[in-house]
């Protein structure tokens, strides 16, 4: 600033001092003044350009580089330069968080002032069944049209979260999902969708499963109870005493099964997965479990047809890898489940069928009555029956198939379920290869 205007000063004083020496005094003042006009005409000039750059919004050419303007310009540039390094990091920011809104496993839309959606990310639109694109400045009501959720949304009492049924667009399939507005800024809102549709079929299975339990070990107890007060209050013959207890015991043992069966279940979901150190030969197990369905089918006096592989060797029915405790248990499970619902005119296949892939395929077809396809989905579920009285005629504890259903994720493998009523059913394993080694491989 002192530099421009000493150069201003200096060149008046030259400007006079000539005007002076070619004009006199009058001479001079007419140099000093067209001096001051032609700066200020330049100076104009140059502020013109500026406010042109300015205009434009830079970039274009840097209209001055020196005197008052140029550091004006210089300054402008700093300014430009800082604001963009700002803008730059709060649109980085928002895209960090915009990317984490997306990975949340929640659903999560944004709504004005009037409920439209400005933002919404891939959950929701999955929960809600939305497009994310198509549905912006939506009004969320006419998207989501649920008599519950309009109330919710009217009432403004959004401490509790709301739990409504929606249904898929490409499956229609029902799901269970959890709503929750929070309000924001100015009459905004913020909506969280959350499916628990799991979390709710969970605890109406921990529901049953304790209502099951306790109906399973009651109805023992109260016949024990029953028989113990007998023997207690009634002078009772030799005979009937015999039978008494032998029905005690009947019921004694079906607690146990019970018991012992919830011990394995509790230890299957505490242990690691069996590894691949452990390989036993496929053979034995087979032939364990066709003595022990004979020896229940000669106990609960059927004549069925059973029949087993029959390997011109045993090592041509190969090794697997695995708990031998574990196998033992889901393959005679699902052949005494056979034996015990087949009628005895029926007549039990198992077969143990290599695959051309590398995997095999343990199998159990029966001709016993079969299972409606409404229960074929639940068939795993402990303590669920298809038929409870029939259960108890055979002495199931319906923990079996549960406990087979866990056996064959810890060895990686897929329980198959099939059955006609009237026709009967087809249980089957396929162990993956990973798992398998035939005779003569390492």
Not at 275 to 285: I, R, S, T
Not at 342 to 350: F, H, L, N, R, Y
Not at 376 to 405: C, H, M, N, Q
């Amino acid at each position: 600033m002192w530099t421009r205007s000493l150069i201003f000063l200096a060149a008046q004083l030259l400007g006079a001092g000539m005007g002076f020496a070619l004009h006199g005094a009058w001479g001079a003042v007419a140099v000093a003044a067209a001096v001051v006009w032609l700066w200020f005409l330049v100076d104009l000039m140059r502020a013109g350009r500026v406010l042109r750059w300015l205009r434009d919004a830079p970039p274009g050419a840097v209209p001055a580089r020196v005197g008052v303007w140029g550091e004006a310009v210089d300054r402008v540039q700093r300014l430009v330069r800082l604001h963009e390094q700002h803008a730059s990091e709060s649109r980085q920011r928002l895209g960090d968080m915009l990317d984490a809104l997306q990975a949340t496993p929640n659903g999560v839309l944004l709504l004005d002032d009037k409920s439209r959606i400005v933002w919404c990310n891939h959950n929701a639109a999955l929960h809600l069944s939305i497009d994310a694109q198509r549905d912006a400045e939506q009004f969320i009501g006419n998207l989501l049209r649920d008599p519950d959720f309009a109330a919710y949304l009217a009432g403004g009492d959004w401490l509790r979260e709301l739990v409504i049924t929606t249904y898929g667009q490409s499956d229609g399939r029902a799901a269970r999902m959890s709503i929750q507005l929070c309000a924001y800024g100015a009459g905004q809102k913020l909506m969280l969708t959350r499916d628990v549709t799991a979390a709710e079929q969970a605890e109406a299975m921990r529901r049953d499963f304790v209502a099951n339990v306790s109906h399973e070990i009651r109805t023992p107890l109260t016949v024990l109870a029953g028989f113990v007060e007998t023997l207690q209050t009634l002078p009772l013959e030799a005979q009937e005493q015999s039978r008494y207890l032998a029905l005690m015991a009947q019921q004694a043992q079906r607690m146990q099964r019970v018991v012992e069966g919830l011990l394995a279940l509790s230890r299957l979901e505490a242990s690691p997965p069996p590894g691949l150190a452990q390989w036993l030969p496929v053979a034995p197990l087979l032939e364990r479990c066709e003595q022990e369905a004979t020896a229940l089918a000669a106990v609960m006096g059927r004549q069925h047809v059973l029949r087993f592989p029959r390997f011109s060797a045993p090592e041509d029915a190969g090794e697997i890898a695995g708990g031998a405790a574990e196998l033992h248990s889901a393959l005679s499970n699902l052949v005494g489940n056979a034996v015990r619902y087949t009628p005895a005119d029926g007549s039990i296949e198992v077969q143990w069928a290599w695959q051309p892939d590398g995997d095999a395929v343990f199998s159990v077809r029966d001709t016993g009555p079969g299972i409606e396809a409404e229960h074929l989905p639940r068939v795993t579920e402990r303590f669920y029956r298809v038929d409870r009285s029939r259960s108890r005629d055979t002495g199931g504890t319906g923990l079996g198939l549960a406990i087979v259903k866990h056996v064959v994720q810890r060895h990686g493998a897929q329980l198959v379920v099939e059955s006609t009523p009237g026709k009967g059913s087809n249980f089957s394993i396929r162990f993956p290869a990973l798992r398998l080694r035939r005779a003569g491989s390492c």
